[in-house]
């Protein structure tokens, strides 16, 4: 019996958001991440890091976060999941003893309303992100994206982008010992510091998504209300044509991309028909 034909088009649509997706993936692990959690489990309380360098550095559902949720590529229903952190207690724990000369910090962000000032996003602690933090993401108490590092003395720099609720966002910051500080959000250099920073911190042994943090400047920041998704580690400094790239794949797919991918999807299917 043939499939409707409303049927068979969300098939090759979920077919298409599914090929993005993998683009996506295999291009952040062709730039050889440390940690790249995808936040794509649906149960449990073990976030997978799938990046090879280093080990397994897997993170720790805390407190039971939301997971399932629609990730990115955005706006494309059927596509990747993400998880959902309730702005109280729920974080996820990466332990990692690795304290890096250098770092890049990728993850999509959508905050709640309510949650778009004042929260953390990701940032390395020794266990008390309230008493010895850095190498953070954050958004500030005036709601735009800010990095923050420590180095001996405290280093931050703010975005222009102000961020608005229930609305996705590719956020990017970069730091390496002797050199500058850069932050990105959707592909685009928002902030800059030419340097340079001295040596930085070496007192982490973690890392936390969507955990409150000491204040440094203009705190203290509390837990992330919102969701968050393809959370990514580097021990280098991205450059900004790989930043952009990924913000590009993380996007829907563009209709003529759809219409390629579906067209192949339905050559799929008359092959296996005929099979
Ligand atoms: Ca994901
Ligand atoms: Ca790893």
Redesign the pocket.
């Known amino acids: 019996m043939a499939k409707p034909l409303v049927s068979v088009t969300l098939a090759l649509l979920a077919l298409a958001a599914t090929a993005h997706a993998g683009v996506y993936d295999a291009n952040v692990l062709a730039d050889n991440p440390r940690i790249y959690q995808?936040?794509?489990e649906l149960s449990g309380t073990t976030a997978f890091d799938i990046a090879p360098l280093g080990g397994a550095q897997n993170g720790i559902y805390t407190n039971g976060p939301t997971l399932g949720v629609a990730?990115?590529p955005i706006g494309v229903f059927l596509g990747?999941?993400?998880v959902r952190l309730n702005g109280t207690n729920q974080t996820v724990q990466i332990l990692d003893s690795f304290n890096p000369t250098a770092y890049s910090l990728e993850m999509w962000v959508k905050a709640d309303a309510g949650s778009t000032t004042g929260r953390g996003l990701i940032v390395r602690t020794a266990g008390d992100p309230n008493g010895t933090w850095s190498h953070e993401l954050r958004i500030t108490n005036t709601g735009q994206f800010q990095q923050y590092t420590y180095d001996g003395s405290l280093r931050w720099i703010t975005g222009t982008t102000v961020v608005q609720p229930d609305t996705w966002y590719d956020v990017v910051a970069t730091a390496i010992n002797g050199g500058g500080m850069n932050l990105y959000v959707n592909g685009a250099l928002e902030a800059t510091w030419p340097g340079p920073l001295g040596t930085l911190w070496t007192g982490g042994n973690q890392w936390l998504l969507g955990s409150h943090s000491g204040d440094g400047n203009g705190g203290p920041y509390t837990n992330f209300a919102g969701t968050l998704?393809?959370v990514a580690v580097y021990d280098y400094v991205l450059s900004p044509q790989d930043i952009a790239e990924h913000y590009q794949l993380g996007l829907a797919p563009e209709p003529a991309t759809l219409t390629l991918l579906a067209l192949g999807g339905l050559g799929l299917l008359r092959r296996r028909r005929k099979a």
């Open positions: 995808r936040l794509n990730g990115i990747d999941t993400a998704d393809e």
